[in-house]
């Protein structure tokens, strides 16, 4: 790719573009899971066992503990775009971080200039 400064200039501006068109977003992530119940005799502990489910969780980090809730089939369908959107969020703005060390490299660079 080409170095000049006018290059990192238009992808950062792609970049800043990108994030205009960005749904919103949820942290977190998505736990889709079978599970046994407590009913004696339920095809769920037989062997082999036929677990339940499947159940959909969203599960995230609050102050270092981490916080399930349940969600239906439809609910979990949104909550998957919406967390692809929070890391599509942090692809897009570790690209500016890196587009923009290029751009002031070059500037603090010019000014050096004698
Ligand atoms: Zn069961």
């Known amino acids: ?12 501006a792609a970049l800043k573009r990108a994030v ?6 949820r942290r977190g992530s998505l736990v889709r899971r079978f599970m046994p119940c407590d009913k004696p005799g339920c095809c ?13 969780q969203w599960t ?7 916080v399930t809730v349940r969600l239906t089939r439809e609910e979990a369908h949104l909550f998957e775009e ?5 890391r599509q969020l942090d692809r897009i703005v570790a ?14 660079k010019q000014r050096r200039k004698p």
Do not use: D, F
Request: glycine share 8%.
């Open 82 to 86: 919406w967390i692809s959107n929070g």
């Open 60 to 66: 995230r980090k609050v102050r270092g503990k981490t």
């Open 95 to 108: 690209q500016m971080e890196a587009v923009s060390l290029r751009i002031t490299q070059r500037l603090v």
């Open 44 to 56: 769920c502990q037989a062997s082999p066992p036929e677990l339940h489910g499947p159940y959909y």
């Open 20 to 25: 205009l068109t960005l749904g919103p977003i």
């Open 1 to 12: 790719m080409a170095t000049n400064g006018r290059a990192h200039h238009t992808r950062y």
